[in-house]
């Protein structure tokens, strides 16, 4: 697609222009090291898609669209040492590198210089995006929080989980959409109908990223096969194969979801249930019911259908994906 070609571009440009110089380098290198494997900064573009749907500055949305970035990586970093997980995009994680340590600094480092991002917006501009921004992060932490409690919770939900990803995942492209809106003097109910938008892409998002997880090409992914598996991480696989598995299923994943270990039997043994039961299938279904919900909320902003088809067309590429 293009438009997203483009956009890619200008985030590009923006974060070369803002890349850390500062010292120590034990600090801003593993910053800058992150974000420069960039991946497809698809939150940084949600923030200037909104923000040209609504008729805004392009120029004034890019350091806010930046912070998004910045914070988005942020959350990796941490997130891995938190999964202990050996790579990223491909590449091996901060703390693989240089330690747990520099991982949590350079972490919190982006976090901080996310909020600097938005000190040029005039000040009820600036109150408002950083309410949306600070929210986010919140929900984020308690998503997180949720993910790991569930490591050893026995009785999780499709109602928690959805939950769950909603917070970790759905919001923080919610809120990038909301912010590119808002930037660009989007009334309230059109900037709340964006951000509905991105919540359930999101959602939708992140059940492919728990399906890619396990049925993926892990070349692609850049992320350890089956890593859900081995953290015992309830995702909707899990969820769908409890439901609608026989009680030998059942009891088998328990027995595996009881221990965490390296070990490959385990993922091979979940994974045959997992096909079993077709949850790939019905997660792909589960997919494309979000993204219907998306469209619904796409359908009730105030501005002409051809400034909507990007957002559609973002939305079945995100969830067309391989990787």
């Known amino acids: 697609m293009q438009f997203l070609e483009e956009y890619q571009e200008i985030v590009s440009k923006a974060i070369d222009k ?5 010292k120590p380098v034990e600090l801003y290198d593993p910053m800058n090291y992150i974000i420069s494997h960039g991946g497809k900064r698809l939150r940084p573009i949600m923030v200037l898609m909104a923000n040209d749907m609504f008729g805004g500055d392009l120029q004034k949305a890019i350091k806010p669209a930046l912070a998004i970035e910045f914070f988005h990586n942020f959350t990796l970093i941490h997130d891995d040492i938190m999964d202990e997980a050996p790579l990223r995009r491909n590449k091996p994680t901060i703390h693989t590198l240089h330690g747990i340590n520099a991982g949590i600094l350079s972490g919190d480092g982006l976090l901080l210089k996310a909020y600097k991002f938005f000190d040029d917006l005039e000040p009820e501009l600036f109150k408002a995006c950083i309410r949306v921004f600070t929210h986010t992060g919140l929900l984020l932490c308690e998503g997180q929080q949720y993910d790991i409690n569930f490591e050893t919770q026995e009785d999780v939900t499709f109602n928690d989980y959805i939950r769950m990803i909603t917070y970790k995942t759905g919001v923080l492209s919610a809120s990038s959409f909301e912010i590119g809106a808002l930037i660009a003097g989007a009334d309230f109910k059109d900037a709340k109908a964006i ?6 892409v999101g ?3 992140q059940i492919m990223d728990d399906y890619l997880d396990v049925f993926g090409n892990q070349e692609q992914f850049g992320k350890k096969h ?7 991480k309830k ?8 439901e609608h598995g026989t009680e030998e299923e059942k009891k088998e994943l328990d027995y595996w979801y009881a221990k965490k270990t390296d070990n490959v039997d385990k993922v091979y043994s979940v994974e045959k249930i997992f096909r079993r039961t077709k949850v790939d299938e019905k997660t792909l279904h589960l997919i494309q019911k979000y993204n219907e919900i998306a469209q619904e909320y796409l359908n009730q ?4 259908d051809e400034k909507k088809k990007p957002f559609i067309e973002l939305a ?3 969830l067309r994906r391989e990787s």
């Open 316 to 318: 079945n590429y995100l």
């Open 301 to 304: 902003i105030n501005v002409p």
């Open 226 to 232: 089956a890593g859900d598996i081995y953290e015992n």
């Open 18 to 22: 803002y890349r850390f110089k500062d």
């Open 195 to 200: 951000f509905n938008f991105g919540k359930n």
């Open 235 to 242: 995702t909707v696989l899990y969820l769908l194969a409890k």
């Open 203 to 205: 959602i939708a998002f």
